[in-house]
T-cell receptor, first 113, second 112 residues
Framework: AQSVTQLGSHVSVSEGALVLLRCNYSSSVPPYLFWYVQYPNQGLQLLLKYTSAATLVKGINGFEAEFKKSETSFHLTKPSAHMSDAAEYFCAVSDPGNTPLVFGKGTRLSVIA | KAGVTQTPRYLIKTRGQQVTLSCSPI?????VSWYQQTPGQGLQFLFEYFSETQRNKGNFPGRFSGRQFSNSRSEMNVSTLELGDSALYLC???????????FGPGTRLTVL
Protein backbone atom coordinates (compact mmCIF):
# COMPACT_ATOMS: atom_id res chain seq x y z
CA ALA A 1 0.00 0.00 0.00
CA GLN A 2 1.14 3.49 -0.73
CA SER A 3 1.74 6.08 1.94
CA VAL A 4 3.15 9.57 2.22
CA THR A 5 4.86 11.14 5.21
CA GLN A 6 5.31 14.86 5.44
CA LEU A 7 7.80 15.78 8.14
CA GLY A 8 6.68 18.82 10.09
CA SER A 9 3.06 19.83 10.30
CA HIS A 10 4.13 23.46 10.53
CA VAL A 11 7.17 25.20 9.05
CA SER A 12 7.97 28.83 9.63
CA VAL A 13 10.50 30.79 7.53
CA SER A 14 11.49 34.41 7.15
CA GLU A 15 10.65 36.27 3.99
CA GLY A 16 13.51 35.75 1.52
CA ALA A 17 14.72 32.56 3.20
CA LEU A 18 14.89 29.09 1.69
CA VAL A 19 11.73 27.02 1.84
CA LEU A 20 12.17 23.27 2.34
CA LEU A 21 9.14 21.05 2.82
CA ARG A 22 9.85 17.35 3.26
CA CYS A 23 8.00 14.43 1.75
CA ASN A 24 8.83 10.74 1.91
CA TYR A 25 6.79 8.07 0.19
CA SER A 26 6.29 4.38 0.35
CA SER A 27 5.19 2.56 -2.79
CA SER A 28 5.54 -0.94 -4.17
CA VAL A 29 5.95 0.39 -7.71
CA PRO A 30 7.72 3.47 -9.09
CA PRO A 31 5.16 6.12 -8.26
CA TYR A 32 3.90 9.37 -9.65
CA LEU A 33 4.42 12.18 -7.14
CA PHE A 34 2.70 15.52 -6.76
CA TRP A 35 2.79 18.66 -4.68
CA TYR A 36 -0.41 20.66 -4.22
CA VAL A 37 -0.98 23.94 -2.36
CA GLN A 38 -4.15 24.97 -0.58
CA TYR A 39 -4.94 28.54 0.38
CA PRO A 40 -7.59 29.21 3.05
CA ASN A 41 -11.12 28.36 1.95
CA GLN A 42 -9.95 27.14 -1.42
CA GLY A 43 -9.35 23.86 -3.22
CA LEU A 44 -6.00 22.35 -4.12
CA GLN A 45 -3.76 23.89 -6.76
CA LEU A 46 -1.17 21.76 -8.53
CA LEU A 47 2.38 23.03 -7.97
CA LEU A 48 4.33 20.32 -9.78
CA LYS A 49 4.41 16.63 -10.60
CA TYR A 50 6.90 13.85 -11.19
CA THR A 51 5.92 11.16 -13.68
CA SER A 52 9.21 9.31 -14.26
CA ALA A 53 10.87 11.79 -16.60
CA ALA A 54 13.45 14.26 -15.22
CA THR A 55 14.14 13.79 -11.50
CA LEU A 56 14.31 17.55 -10.89
CA VAL A 57 10.90 19.00 -11.50
CA LYS A 58 10.16 22.70 -11.79
CA GLY A 59 6.74 23.99 -10.92
CA ILE A 60 4.82 27.20 -10.65
CA ASN A 61 5.67 30.17 -8.42
CA GLY A 62 9.38 29.29 -8.28
CA PHE A 63 8.96 25.92 -6.58
CA GLU A 64 10.86 22.80 -7.53
CA ALA A 65 11.22 19.26 -6.21
CA GLU A 66 13.72 16.48 -6.69
CA PHE A 67 12.80 12.82 -6.88
CA LYS A 68 15.36 10.71 -5.03
CA LYS A 69 14.59 7.02 -5.39
CA SER A 70 17.36 5.91 -3.01
CA GLU A 71 15.91 8.09 -0.26
CA THR A 72 12.25 7.61 -1.30
CA SER A 73 11.92 11.38 -1.04
CA PHE A 74 10.33 14.19 -3.02
CA HIS A 75 11.14 17.35 -1.06
CA LEU A 76 9.77 20.71 -2.19
CA THR A 77 12.04 23.76 -2.26
CA LYS A 78 11.94 27.42 -3.13
CA PRO A 79 15.07 29.59 -2.91
CA SER A 80 13.38 32.69 -1.53
CA ALA A 81 10.09 32.70 0.39
CA HIS A 82 7.46 35.31 -0.31
CA MET A 83 4.61 36.34 1.97
CA SER A 84 2.16 35.00 -0.61
CA ASP A 85 3.63 31.48 -0.17
CA ALA A 86 1.94 31.13 3.21
CA ALA A 87 -0.47 28.22 2.75
CA GLU A 88 -0.93 24.48 3.36
CA TYR A 89 1.16 22.19 1.18
CA PHE A 90 0.29 18.58 0.40
CA CYS A 91 2.47 15.87 -1.06
CA ALA A 92 0.62 13.05 -2.86
CA VAL A 93 1.44 9.76 -4.55
CA SER A 94 -0.36 7.62 -7.09
CA ASP A 95 0.34 4.41 -8.94
CA PRO A 96 1.07 4.94 -12.64
CA GLY A 97 -2.03 3.85 -14.50
CA ASN A 98 -4.28 4.48 -11.55
CA THR A 99 -6.08 7.62 -10.52
CA PRO A 100 -6.54 7.79 -6.74
CA LEU A 101 -4.14 10.07 -4.92
CA VAL A 102 -2.83 9.22 -1.47
CA PHE A 103 -2.04 12.41 0.39
CA GLY A 104 0.25 13.29 3.24
CA LYS A 105 -1.15 15.12 6.26
CA GLY A 106 0.02 18.45 4.95
CA THR A 107 2.54 21.08 6.08
CA ARG A 108 1.41 24.58 6.95
CA LEU A 109 3.96 27.14 5.80
CA SER A 110 4.14 30.48 7.60
CA VAL A 111 6.26 33.31 6.21
CA ILE A 112 7.46 35.95 8.65
CA ALA A 113 8.17 39.47 7.48
CA LYS B 1 -10.68 27.23 -19.87
CA ALA B 2 -12.95 27.38 -16.87
CA GLY B 3 -11.83 25.32 -13.92
CA VAL B 4 -13.68 22.69 -11.94
CA THR B 5 -16.84 24.09 -10.41
CA GLN B 6 -18.65 22.74 -7.40
CA THR B 7 -22.06 23.63 -6.07
CA PRO B 8 -23.08 24.58 -3.52
CA ARG B 9 -20.01 26.02 -1.84
CA TYR B 10 -21.49 25.82 1.64
CA LEU B 11 -24.17 23.57 3.06
CA ILE B 12 -25.63 23.06 6.51
CA LYS B 13 -27.65 19.94 7.25
CA THR B 14 -28.87 18.08 10.32
CA ARG B 15 -28.16 14.52 11.34
CA GLY B 16 -30.21 11.94 9.48
CA GLN B 17 -30.76 14.09 6.41
CA GLN B 18 -29.26 13.38 3.03
CA VAL B 19 -27.29 15.69 0.77
CA THR B 20 -26.28 15.89 -2.89
CA LEU B 21 -23.19 17.72 -4.06
CA SER B 22 -22.50 18.61 -7.67
CA CYS B 23 -19.30 18.88 -9.70
CA SER B 24 -18.73 20.15 -13.23
CA PRO B 25 -15.32 19.12 -14.58
CA ILE B 26 -13.03 21.11 -16.82
CA UNK B 27 -14.31 21.00 -20.38
CA UNK B 28 -13.01 17.89 -22.12
CA UNK B 29 -12.12 16.08 -18.91
CA UNK B 30 -13.75 12.69 -18.64
CA UNK B 31 -12.56 11.44 -15.24
CA VAL B 32 -14.00 12.85 -12.02
CA SER B 33 -12.82 11.95 -8.52
CA TRP B 34 -14.12 12.95 -5.11
CA TYR B 35 -12.12 13.45 -1.92
CA GLN B 36 -13.11 14.21 1.66
CA GLN B 37 -10.95 16.58 3.72
CA THR B 38 -11.22 16.71 7.51
CA PRO B 39 -8.84 18.04 10.16
CA GLY B 40 -8.51 14.60 11.73
CA GLN B 41 -8.26 12.28 8.73
CA GLY B 42 -6.83 14.67 6.16
CA LEU B 43 -7.55 14.12 2.49
CA GLN B 44 -9.15 10.78 1.66
CA PHE B 45 -10.23 9.38 -1.69
CA LEU B 46 -13.94 8.64 -2.00
CA PHE B 47 -14.48 7.42 -5.58
CA GLU B 48 -13.66 7.96 -9.23
CA TYR B 49 -15.97 7.98 -12.23
CA PHE B 50 -15.10 7.64 -15.88
CA SER B 51 -17.56 7.28 -18.75
CA GLU B 52 -20.44 7.09 -16.27
CA THR B 53 -18.85 4.08 -14.52
CA GLN B 54 -17.31 3.93 -11.08
CA ARG B 55 -13.69 2.86 -11.53
CA ASN B 56 -12.33 3.11 -8.04
CA LYS B 57 -13.82 3.38 -4.59
CA GLY B 58 -12.23 4.38 -1.33
CA ASN B 59 -12.88 2.98 2.10
CA PHE B 60 -16.12 4.73 2.93
CA PRO B 61 -19.48 3.29 4.02
CA GLY B 62 -22.27 2.69 1.55
CA ARG B 63 -23.98 5.90 2.67
CA PHE B 64 -21.59 7.63 0.32
CA SER B 65 -22.46 7.20 -3.34
CA GLY B 66 -21.96 8.99 -6.58
CA ARG B 67 -22.73 9.02 -10.24
CA GLN B 68 -21.56 10.58 -13.46
CA PHE B 69 -23.65 11.82 -16.33
CA SER B 70 -23.01 11.59 -20.05
CA ASN B 71 -21.63 15.15 -20.07
CA SER B 72 -19.07 14.08 -17.40
CA ARG B 73 -20.72 16.13 -14.67
CA SER B 74 -20.81 14.24 -11.40
CA GLU B 75 -22.83 14.19 -8.22
CA MET B 76 -22.13 12.61 -4.89
CA ASN B 77 -24.77 11.77 -2.34
CA VAL B 78 -24.49 11.15 1.36
CA SER B 79 -27.50 9.60 3.05
CA THR B 80 -28.34 9.50 6.75
CA LEU B 81 -25.84 12.19 7.62
CA GLU B 82 -23.69 11.86 10.73
CA LEU B 83 -21.82 14.57 12.62
CA GLY B 84 -18.56 13.05 11.40
CA ASP B 85 -19.53 13.73 7.80
CA SER B 86 -18.81 17.41 8.34
CA ALA B 87 -15.95 18.09 5.95
CA LEU B 88 -14.75 19.83 2.85
CA TYR B 89 -15.67 17.71 -0.16
CA LEU B 90 -13.36 18.22 -3.10
CA CYS B 91 -13.97 17.23 -6.66
CA UNK B 92 -11.10 16.74 -9.10
CA UNK B 93 -11.17 16.20 -12.84
CA UNK B 94 -8.60 14.86 -15.28
CA UNK B 95 -8.61 14.37 -19.04
CA UNK B 96 -8.35 10.59 -18.79
CA UNK B 97 -7.93 7.96 -16.12
CA UNK B 98 -4.63 8.27 -14.25
CA UNK B 99 -4.01 11.77 -15.59
CA UNK B 100 -3.09 14.76 -13.45
CA UNK B 101 -6.04 15.86 -11.34
CA UNK B 102 -7.27 19.44 -11.09
CA PHE B 103 -9.33 20.34 -8.08
CA GLY B 104 -12.39 22.47 -7.57
CA PRO B 105 -12.92 24.88 -4.65
CA GLY B 106 -14.85 22.32 -2.65
CA THR B 107 -18.18 22.18 -0.86
CA ARG B 108 -18.05 22.81 2.87
CA LEU B 109 -20.65 20.54 4.52
CA THR B 110 -21.58 21.13 8.13
CA VAL B 111 -23.77 18.55 9.88
CA LEU B 112 -25.51 19.73 13.05
Amino acid sequence: AQSVTQLGSHVSVSEGALVLLRCNYSSSVPPYLFWYVQYPNQGLQLLLKYTSAATLVKGINGFEAEFKKSETSFHLTKPSAHMSDAAEYFCAVSDPGNTPLVFGKGTRLSVIA
Amino acid sequence: KAGVTQTPRYLIKTRGQQVTLSCSPISGHRSVSWYQQTPGQGLQFLFEYFSETQRNKGNFPGRFSGRQFSNSRSEMNVSTLELGDSALYLCASSPEVADTQYFGPGTRLTVL
